[in-house]
Antibody
Framework: EVQLVESGGGLVQPGGSLRLSCEAS????????MHWVRQAPGKGLVWVSR????????TYADSAKGRFTISRDNAKNTLYLQMNSLRAEDSAVYYC???????WGQGTLVTVSS | QSVLTQPPSVSAAPGQKVAISCSGS????????VSWYQQLPGTAPKVVIY???KRPSGIPDRVSGSKSGTSATLGITGLQTGDEADYYC???????????FGSGTKVTVL
């Protein structure tokens, strides 16, 4: 079955860090560009970051630059998002997605609050 | 960063049709593929149209996509209660070097 499964979300204090993971199965992960997208409660979709198939090229939204790092381990079929210096406005459901194959994960909730 | 412009809501009776517009610019909608996403309440987004007008397997042919210049349109005919959802367009912007989503449109079946 083709799927993406996110994990790693939770409650974190402002200024804290969190690492999200996204495990892929059912398709050739190592050939795929991958993305992170987030959605704050009651709000629309916002693109966060992307990474190319070998991890050598990354792109970020302005809101993520300097604080978030996208990476991947093709041997483990896993995508990551390291989030540092978290703010209340980073609270959202975070989805990983393969745009090329139209696959989205179910999302993991990140709540930044004291 | 900017978003693509969609109407906040559209509605129609069961069996009727709706069209959702997505307005962008030369650096996104006009020059890159547009995708459309359906999001049912409490669930993850699902692709209903990719590469402007292609349907993933399992999406009925009642759903269609088109593009002209800086605007794209999602059409749904034979509207059903199961079509009630939020719909988003999306496209890469090569000037900003980011992926942009539309502001979202809520479809209501009257």
């Amino acid at each position: 079955e083709v799927q993406l499964v996110e994990s790693g979300g939770g409650l974190v204090q402002p200024g804290g860090s969190l690492r999200l993971s996204c495990e892929a199965s059912g398709f050739t992960f190592s050939n795929s560009w991958m993305h992170w997208v987030r959605q704050a409660p009651g709000k629309g979709l916002v693109w966060v970051s992307r990474i190319n198939s070998d991890g050598g090229s990354t792109t970020y939204a302005d809101s993520a630059k300097g604080r978030f790092t996208i990476s991947r381990d093709n041997a483990k079929n896993t995508l990551y998002l390291q989030m540092n210096s978290l703010r209340a406005e980073d609270s959202a459901v975070y989805y990983c997605a393969n745009f090329g194959r139209s696959i989205w994960g179910q999302g993991t909730l990140v709540t930044v609050s004291s | 960063q900017s978003v693509l412009t969609q109407p906040p809501s559209v509605s129609a009776a069961p069996g009727q049709k709706v069209a959702i517009s997505c307005s962008g610019s030369s650096s996104n909608v006009e020059s890159n593929f547009v995708s459309w996403y359906q999001q049912l309440p409490g669930t993850a987004p699902k692709v209903v149209i990719y590469e402007n007008n292609k349907r993933p397997s399992g999406i009925p042919d009642r759903v269609s996509g088109s593009k002209s210049g800086t605007s794209a349109t999602l059409g749904i005919t034979g509207l059903q209660t199961g079509d009630e959802a939020d719909y988003y367009c999306g496209a890469w912007d090569h000037s900003l070097n980011v992926y942009l989503f539309g502001s979202g449109t809520k479809v209501t079946v009257l």
